[in-house]
Nanobody, 128 residues
Framework: EVQLVESGGGSVQAGGSLRLSCAVSGSTVEDYAIGWFRQAPGKEREGVSC????????YYSDAVKGRFTISSDNAENSVFLQMNSLKPEDTAVYYC?????????????????????WGQGAQVTVST
């Protein structure tokens, strides 16, 4: 069974940085597209970023493009999300997600329905 475990969430002031990690077990980062969704209170879960080592593709939502960077490490079997220039609107629970392809992220309305496995979530809070 594939398990995803997030770490690295926390609280930071606007303009600061955080790095999220997603450790994959039961499979390898090359077997799935691994990405991140986030969900703020009262809002729907939205796709943020994705990386597919096997397909050589990445995805960033318009909201985070230029500020967030996703990467993977085969040796650590983990995926990382470096978040810079954080804004209060980035405040949310961030979920690691495994899917067949990063292409699902382009269909914002149904992307979450195409995720095979979810992590438990990591809180990110950005204050003014």
């Amino acid at each position: 069974e594939v398990q995803l475990v997030e770490s690295g969430g926390g609280s930071v002031q606007a303009g600061g940085s955080l790095r999220l990690s997603c450790a994959v077990s039961g499979s390898t980062v090359e077997d799935y597209a691994i990405g991140w969704f986030r969900q703020a209170p009262g809002k729907e879960r939205e796709g943020v970023s994705c990386i597919s080592s096997g397909q050589g593709t990445t995805y960033y939502s318009d909201a985070v493009k230029g500020r967030f960077t996703i990467s993977s490490d085969n040796a650590e079997n983990s995926v990382f999300l470096q978040m810079n220039s954080l804004k209060p609107e980035d405040t949310a629970v961030y979920y690691c997600a495994a899917s067949v392809t990063c292409l699902i992220y382009y269909d914002t309305r149904s992307a979450a329905n195409s995720v095979y496995y979810w992590g438990q979530g990591a809180q990110v809070t950005v204050s003014t």
